[in-house]
Nanobody
Framework: VQLQAFGGGLVQAGGSLRLSCAAS????????MGWFRQTPGKEREFVAA???????RYAESVKGRFAISRDTAKNTVYLQMNSLKPEDTAVYYC???????????????????WGEGTQVTVSS
């Protein structure tokens, strides 16, 4: 498995969850890492991304509430989600791409690797 995501679950509005994405070493050391999310009937949308240069990008809808980070010792990327809202409910996907700009592109065709999704459900 190249990317493996953990940490989804059910939480009440206002609560927090932390997602983890464990990557194979050759991916983690060469690619920008990030997260997308998707709800039924909608396109997959960008959430957050982090690159080796220190660039971090967030979707406007999560700025100030979510924080992405990477642990080089564990080849793992984290998404700390605070002040969760019902509209954050989605399947969250970990991804790897050559640059963080790929994550914010209109199409997701530039993503090289996808992890399996993990369900996040926020109840009101």
């Amino acid at each position: 498995v190249q990317l493996q995501a953990f940490g989804g679950g059910l939480v009440q509005a206002g609560g927090s969850l932390r997602l983890s994405c464990a990557a194979s070493g050759h991916i983690f050391s060469r690619y920008s890492m990030g997260w997308f999310r998707q709800t039924p009937g909608k396109e997959r949308e960008f959430v957050a991304a982090t690159g080796w240069s220190g660039v971090i990008r967030y979707a406007e809808s999560v700025k100030g509430r979510f924080a992405i980070s990477r642990d080089t010792a564990k080849n793992t990327v984290y998404l700390q989600m605070n002040s969760l809202k019902p509209e954050d409910t989605a399947v969250y996907y970990c991804a790897a791409a050559r640059s963080t700009a790929v994550f914010t592109a209109v199409a997701t065709t530039g993503v090289h690797y996808w992890g399996e999704g993990t369900q996040v459900t926020v109840s009101s």
